[in-house]
């Protein structure tokens, strides 16, 4: 797939997805770059802000297999990943596959599943196979996970741990419509729901073949700079404890590249470093008044990306060196 390529296919995901979800523009931009890129993401919001809504309609608009974990309590780890099943008849064990083998997997309400449970879910995210009493399996691809947790709610909830949390690579809370935007909401629904009617609009295999040529996307040595000063300014900031890991700052990385082939560019911006700073860097640090606070998070992150210097060279200037 040709890097103009992939800018028409998000288009398409964005397209389809808005005949569904009103005025969510720019979170749905962010969700195709995480698919894009092959990251995760954590809708963290409120009830009835459309979190399950969004996840179905971007499986919808893609021809691939899309299945839905309720998460719950009592829900055990092989619930998720499958579990060998002894067979009477034929004498020996037969593997039961779990809802995780999937393209694409919400997990709903992720937070009222105990920490045992959604430590089911860290192989998969990170590795793409999940093992089973010794055997690995490797997932279908392309494998995304979308996930939703209520934040205000804690009755009968776990937080998410650290690990966990690391492995998402957006934390989006897209937060409450406008008035008109509600109005539009209401218009839209009032005779049946455009869920119901929403067709593919693209293949599991673009998504593939977009993963596999979103990296030659151009990112400048400035910009690289940019990103690890960013990075390491996450560490030394009076109010976190813990800052971003490497880890972050790859996916960082590649959430720019992926961002900038969805924008139509064959090079990385700093807007796309800042756009992306607090989606992708917020839920990694844990801040002096604890963990989990994310409205904290996020405004340190935003204090960060005020503080640090913008590369001010072109992010083409050194293409015709490499």
Known sequence: MELSDIAILAGKIKTNIEKVIIGKSAELELLITALICGGHVLLDDVPGTGKTVTAKSLAKSISCDFKRIQFTPDLLPTDITGMNVFNQKEYRFEFREG???TNILLADELNRATPRTQSALLECMEEGQITVDGMTRKLAEPFFVIATQNPVETSGTFPLPEAQLDRFLLRLRPGYPGIDEELMILN??????????????????????????YQKIHVSEPVRRYIVNLTNATRSHSDVTLGVSPRGMLWMLRASQALAAISGRTYVLPDDIKRLAAPVFAHRII??????????????????????????????ADMLKQ
């Open 188 to 213: 839209r629904f009032i005779l049946d729901n455009p869920l119901d009617a929403l067709e593919p609009v693209v293949s599991g295999s673009d998504v593939i073949s977009a993963r596999q040529s």
């Open 99 to 101: 809802p995780a083998f």
């Open 287 to 316: 801040t002096q008044t604890g963990y989990g606070a994310a409205d904290k998070a996020a405004e340190i992150i935003n204090k960060i990306v005020g503080a640090i210097a913008v590369p001010t060279e072109d992010p083409t």
